[in-house]
Structures are given as structure tokens and as C-alpha cells.
């Protein structure tokens, strides 16, 4: 078949026509509002968080595990502890809460980020040892809600569990993940003389009460309960309390990080840099976060 002019100019614009599309739907897949955002970063490498050498890792110590009763919650809490090498059960040691992520539970939190291992070799470092500690918080981002509160539960019941066997409650940090990222900054809202460091690593943020309702429809009851535990609004308040946040530069929560962030007392706080919202990220930044709760529970 010949190949006119007429053929070549139609061949042409189906061609542009097709890469116009496929831009086009990139971009509005970028934006979310088409899925596979997550396919896209990991294509465009925006998920290549840096793996920490494996000579900072080591075999990490004993763990522990139970449930307690708590009113705050009012129902049955299964916990977990993660000892650093050398030190049993019953050993006098300070703690920093970790606080795990929607739809996780305690037993994945002392293990965000690959922390034991990281722990253990920090330890063998030099670095002072510390427990890590995590009580299930439900789903309700770590806030109270009329029938259950996890905020309460964690600082007026599960730091006391921890004193009774033999940890020190006077020395505590608390580290979060993505909700428990979230949970971590009303932490220090709410307790700041309690909390020696503060690490919220991918926090969940939200612009707004119907963002929030749109991403997540139970994460608040109502707008004030928004209100009151949006910590956009409060971003003033974090002024002198020991914070640490991390996320990744193509992580959903980004924006509201950014937009928080600048209204915070000392933006150079946060950090962004390449990654998404997934594991290899919260590894990425483990190492560095690791010392630094070590070097403020040690004083």
C-alpha cells in the first residue's frame, strides 16, 4: 500500500494523539486520581530509598509479648517488647513507644523499619540501649474518640504496665509510621514534658477535615473532633519539643507534610527526600533515627 501524504499526516497525529494520552493519563495518575500511582513511582524510581549498609544491623535481643486490660480502650490490648542484645526481661532500661500504622497492630510495630536490627547494632556501636515498646491502637488515628482512647490508653496505662516490670518510664521517646506517625506528633502535643524525642516517620496529614473523611471515613468522628487534633492548625505548638520527622518526596501524605512543615517554629525539623510510603523508606531513614532517640534517652 502506498504511503501517501494523507496516510503519513493521520499515522502521525494517531501517534501524537497516542503519547498525549498516555501523558496525560501519567500525570492524572500522579495527581491520584487514577490508581497505579504507586506502579509509576516505583518505574520512575521515586521509591529508591537508599538500603543502610548491613554492618549497621545486628541480631537483635529477646521479645516479649502479652495483652492488658484497658478501660481507655475498653477492651483486651496485646502489646510487645523488643529487647536490645544482652538485656533480658526485668532489665532497667529507658523505652520509646512505637506506634504502628492503619490496619497494623503492635507486634508489626517493633519491627518498622528493620529498628531491632538497627537497635542492636547502634548497641554494639557503643550507643546506649533502649526497649522498644507497642501497644494495638485500633484504626482511629491514635486520637480519643468517644468509645475508645488509645492516646490515654498508651501514656496512662501502658507506661505504667512497662514501669511495673522494671522498665524507666521517667526516660521515653515514642516513634510512629504513617498513622502512628501522626500519633507520635500528638504524643508530644499532649505530653510534651513526657517525651524526650519524638520520631514521626511518613506521618498521615491531611489539609483537611474532608480529606481526611475522603481518604479514611473513620479516622474522626466529626469536624471538631478534627479540630481538635489537627495538628496543621497547632504546627505553633511543636516550638522546643525534641521532633524528628521523615518522609519520602513521592509519599501521598507529602503535601500536607510540606504544608505543615512550614508553619512549623523550625522547618529544618522535617526531612524529605527520595521515597514513597512503603518499608524500604522507613529502613532508609532507620539508622539515623536509631541514634538519635539512643543519644536522648541516654541524656
Do not use: K
Not at 36 to 46: D, E, F, M, P, T
Not at 86 to 109: E, M, T
Not at 178 to 183: A, E, L, N, P, V
Request: proline share 8%.
Amino acid at each position: 500500500m502506498p504511503i501517501t501524504r494523507r496516510r503519513a499526516l493521520t499515522w502521525l497525529g494517531a501517534a501524537v494523539g497516542a503519547a498525549a494520552t498516555c501523558a496525560g493519563a501519567a500525570i492524572l495518575v500522579d495527581a491520584a486520581v487514577l490508581p497505579g500511582r504507586s506502579v509509576l513511582n516505583q518505574a520512575l524510581g521515586r521509591c529508591a530509598a537508599d538500603d543502610p549498609a548491613q554492618e549497621l544491623r545486628a541480631t537483635p535481643g529477646p521479645s516479649v509479648s502479652g495483652t492488658f486490660r484497658s478501660p481507655a480502650r475498653r477492651r483486651e490490648v496485646a502489646f510487645a517488647l523488643s529487647y536490645p542484645p544482652g538485656y533480658a526481661p526485668g532489665a532497667r532500661l529507658p523505652v520509646c513507644l512505637a506506634l504502628h500504622g492503619y490496619a497494623s497492630d503492635a507486634a508489626a510495630a517493633v519491627h518498622n523499619g528493620d529498628y531491632p536490627a538497627f537497635i542492636a547494632g547502634a548497641v554494639r556501636a557503643g550507643a546506649a540501649p533502649f526497649v522498644l515498646a507497642a501497644a494495638d491502637g485500633g484504626d482511629g488515628y491514635w486520637h480519643p474518640h468517644p468509645d475508645d482512647d488509645p492516646l490515654t490508653m498508651l501514656t496512662g496505662e501502658f507506661l505504667p504496665l512497662l514501669a511495673s516490670r522494671g522498665l524507666r518510664t521517667d526516660r521515653v521517646a515514642v516513634a510512629g509510621w504513617s498513622m502512628g506517625g501522626y500519633g507520635a506528633l500528638l504524643c508530644a502535643l499532649t505530653r510534651p514534658e513526657l517525651f524526650r524525642a519524638v520520631v514521626a516517620t511518613s506521618p498521615a496529614i491531611f489539609h483537611s477535615y474532608a480529606d481526611a473523611r475522603a481518604v479514611n471515613p473513620g479516622a474522626y468522628d466529626s469536624a471538631g473532633e478534627w479540630d481538635r487534633y489537627d495538628v496543621l492548625a497547632r504546627a505553633r505548638e511543636f516550638a522546643g519539643l525534641p521532633l524528628r520527622v521523615a518522609i519520602g518526596a513521592a509519599d501521598p501524605f507529602t503535601p500536607a507534610v510540606r504544608a505543615w512543615r512550614d508553619r512549623l517554629p523550625d522547618p529544618e525539623l522535617v526531612r524529605i527526600s527520595t521515597g514513597c510510603h512503603d518499608g524500604r523508606f522507613w529502613t532508609s531513614v532507620a539508622p539515623e533515627q536509631v541514634r538519635a532517640i539512643s543519644a536522648a534517652l541516654a541524656g
